[in-house]
């Protein structure tokens, strides 16, 4: 009785030690994603994301599952693009800045930097082929009605007769 006493108390201990291993790996591998999944919501562009932000709800969702399936050739764009920032501040911050080398290296950051948007546009035209002329309509309301607040620029929001609201302040009401 007191051998299977013990056995069952080191499964219960590998039971927990393999569910916190499980745990630790996927905390990284998420944290890892997140940067591909943010990517691909086109967070390294926000006025193309003002564009899509009007669409209706199928538009929009139809534009980020394409989005999410160029995934896989957009990452190696995406780094490149990162991999030419670097060398532009390297350029900059050698003993003698060589003007011409610094303007080469911008050309190439510039055409990088619009192939990488070129998959994107294909994407929105793709959507907006699907959306009959009454939703690309509801574009326009919903471009020229716009909330006053959004998600993303919390800090430019104007309430009624004054400026932005404090965000640092506390909440309790008292000055």
Same mark, same amino acid.
């Given at each position: /009785? ?7 108390n080191? #499964? ?9 291993? #499980? ?14 999944i943010? /990517?691909?919501?086109?967070?390294f ?22 989005m ?5 050739? #957009? &990452? ?16 900059i911050? +050698?003993?003698?800045l060589n003007?011409?080398? &610094? ?8 055409n990088?930097?619009?192939? /990488?948007?070129?998959?994107?546009? +294909?994407? /929105? ?5 699907? &959306?009959n002329?009454e ?6 309301n ?21 400026p ?11 000055n």
């Amino acid at each position: /009785m007191k051998n299977l006493f013990f056995k069952i108390n080191w #499964l219960w201990v590998v039971i927990i030690i393999l569910g916190l291993n #499980l745990f630790a790996v996927s905390f990284f591998y998420s944290a890892y994603k997140v940067k591909e999944i943010r /990517m691909t919501r086109i967070s390294f562009e926000n006025a193309i994301s003002r564009i899509i932000e009007p669409f209706p709800r199928k538009g929009k969702r139809n534009f980020y599952v394409e989005m999410r399936n160029k995934r896989d050739e #957009l &990452l190696p764009r995406y780094e490149n693009i990162m991999a030419q920032r670097s060398i532009i501040i390297n350029i900059i911050a +050698e003993d003698e800045l060589n003007v011409d080398k &610094l303007e080469d290296a911008l050309q190439v950051y510039t055409n990088m930097y619009l192939n /990488m948007h070129i998959p994107v546009y +294909e994407v /929105m035209i793709s959507t907006l082929e699907g &959306l009959n002329v009454e939703e690309r309509k509801t574009i326009l309301n919903n471009f020229k009605n716009r909330p006053k607040r959004n998600g993303r620029n919390r800090n430019d929001v104007r309430h009624l007769g004054g400026p932005p609201r404090n965000r640092n302040r506390s909440s309790s009401g008292s000055n």
